[in-house]
């Protein structure tokens, strides 16, 4: 019998050391599973702030843009709105409710039944859209009597392409649309 209590001690202090070294990599793994919590947790909050600080410089950017006298419009390439100010709405009688959903054929649509010669700035959208690389401007004129003056500008980010922005601005007593030609706006007397 003293036999078996020396087996069943040795197989008990065996099997201690055996859920010993179990626990001990256990905690090892929890341990390393902790500060990769840890590590995840600092980075999830980082990117929050970041993310708090993006949203407040889009928001402070955005409001820049409303408070401009310019209507402005931003357009990318599949054809939707990418962002407009709220002078761009006024100047155009739009309501953001409206512009939801709407492509660029249909908002140049709604432009165009406002401009006394439709003609002229269709073209000088085409001709925008024939020579991107270049900046498009015209003096447009509005059934309600006033002026505009329209300026394309390719938006790039990196050097690509990403859209158009165009910019609105009211001209008091500019020269007749009739007699403005289409031109790079470099050649354009302002």
């Given at each position: 019998m003293?036999?078996?209590?020396?087996?069943?001690?040795?197989?008990?202090?065996?099997?201690?050391?055996?859920?010993?070294?179990?626990?001990?990599?256990?905690?090892?793994?929890?341990?390393?599973?902790?500060?990769?919590?840890?590590?995840?947790?600092?980075?999830?909050?980082?990117?929050?702030?970041?993310?708090?600080?993006?949203?407040?410089?889009?928001?402070?950017?955005?409001?820049?843009?409303?408070?401009?006298?310019?209507?402005?419009?931003?357009?990318?390439?599949?054809?939707?709105?990418?962002?407009?100010?709220?002078?761009?709405?006024?100047?155009?009688?739009?309501?953001?409710?409206?512009?939801?959903?709407?492509?660029?054929?249909?908002?140049?649509?709604l432009q165009l039944a406002q401009v006394r010669d439709p003609q002229f700035l269709l073209a000088l959208v085409e001709a925008h859209h024939a020579r991107p690389e270049e900046e498009h401007s015209g003096l447009v004129e509005r059934t309600d009597g006033r002026t505009l003056h329209c300026l394309m500008v390719s938006h790039r980010v990196q050097g690509q392409r990403l859209g158009t922005v165009t910019t609105w601005r009211e001209v008091p007593q500019a020269k007749n649309p009739s007699q403005t030609s289409l031109m790079p706006v470099s050649s354009m007397p302002m």
């Open positions: 003293p036999e078996l209590r020396e087996k069943r001690a040795a197989a008990g202090s065996e099997l201690v050391n055996q859920l010993a070294h179990e626990l001990a990599r256990a905690q090892r793994s929890l341990a390393a599973s902790q500060q990769k919590l840890l590590a995840a947790n600092r980075s999830l909050q980082t990117r929050m702030q970041d993310l708090g600080e993006a949203r407040a410089t889009v928001a402070l950017l955005l409001a820049t843009l409303d408070a401009c006298e310019d209507g402005v419009l931003a357009t990318g390439h599949f054809g939707h709105a990418m962002h407009y100010n709220l002078r761009f709405l006024q100047m155009w009688r739009l309501t953001a409710e409206r512009m939801e959903g709407l492509n660029d054929s249909a908002l140049l649509a």
